[in-house]
């Protein structure tokens, strides 16, 4: 378990050094990896993860919005991950849908809207699934639950007004129905019926305005 929290480690900076290491030198100079200050919306998307979802006979988005403060210094942003199958490869049941929804408070460390961050925030979870044919003795499951988490993360910001960002965020449910007992109900990737939750933010693309 060690060796794989390292790898995960390694992997994170290796990312950010990658990053950094293909910004124009112009570009670092004048704004990345920071904001330009006249931008203080932002919209995200996911676009890998839609196309190897429908792989898996799988609807799956993976988006978000973001309010940059006039401080400069922080951001609100607002994760949401829809997910819906029809097919047991996903949810492991014959149909399941699931929705998590998240409202985040991001400081970032170097004094303006770039680099690295400190995340806290919290989770809202619903998620519902019926069996499919072949377990007849199973119940449809239902969970609605809510948690408080904190992450960390990396963020690039380029002067085309897109930007690419790295991060986890891994918390614990608090309050909702049977947060202390398992139901059977997880998806492939986003939903899990366990107490705590883990998140890794990857290849996930915005677009500043």
Same mark, same amino acid.
């Given at each position: 378990m060690k060796n794989i929290w390292l790898e995960f480690v390694l992997a994170i900076i290796s990312s950010i050094n990658l990053l950094s290491s293909e910004i124009p030198d112009s570009l670092k100079i004048r704004y990345a990896p920071y904001l330009n200050p006249k931008y203080n919306l932002g919209l995200e998307l996911n676009p890998g993860l839609i196309l190897y979802a429908r792989g898996q006979k799988a609807t799956v988005v993976s988006t978000g919005f973001s309010y940059f403060l006039k401080n400069r210094k922080s951001e609100i942003t607002i994760p949401i991950v829809y997910e819906y199958s029809k097919n047991g490869d996903w949810f492991h049941y014959n149909y399941g849908?699931?929705?998590?929804?998240?409202?985040?408070?991001?400081?970032?460390?170097?004094?303006?809207?770039?680099?690295?961050?400190?995340?806290?925030?919290?989770?809202?979870?619903?998620?519902?699934?019926?069996?499919?044919?072949?377990?007849?003795? +199973?119940?449809?499951?239902?969970?609605?639950?809510?948690?408080?988490?904190?992450?960390?993360?990396?963020?690039?910001?380029?002067?085309?007004?897109?930007?690419?960002?790295?991060?986890?965020?891994?918390?614990?449910?608090?309050?909702?129905?049977?947060?202390?007992?398992?139901?059977?109900?997880? +998806?492939?990737?986003?939903?899990?019926?366990?107490?705590?939750?883990?998140?890794?933010?990857?290849l996930k693309i915005g677009y500043a305005f």
């Open positions: 849908k699931s929705v998590n929804l998240e409202l985040h408070y991001r400081k970032f460390l170097m004094g303006k809207i770039g680099g690295i961050y400190s995340d806290i925030g919290i989770k809202y979870n619903y998620a519902y699934s019926e069996p499919s044919d072949d377990h007849e003795n +199973s119940e449809s499951k239902l969970m609605r639950r809510l948690g408080l988490g904190c992450g960390m993360g990396y963020r690039i910001f380029s002067d085309d007004r897109f930007y690419l960002g790295i991060g986890v965020f891994l918390g614990s449910y608090l309050l909702g129905e049977d947060i202390d007992n398992s139901t059977g109900l997880s +998806s492939f990737l986003f939903t899990s019926d366990e107490r705590s939750f883990f998140t890794i933010q990857l």
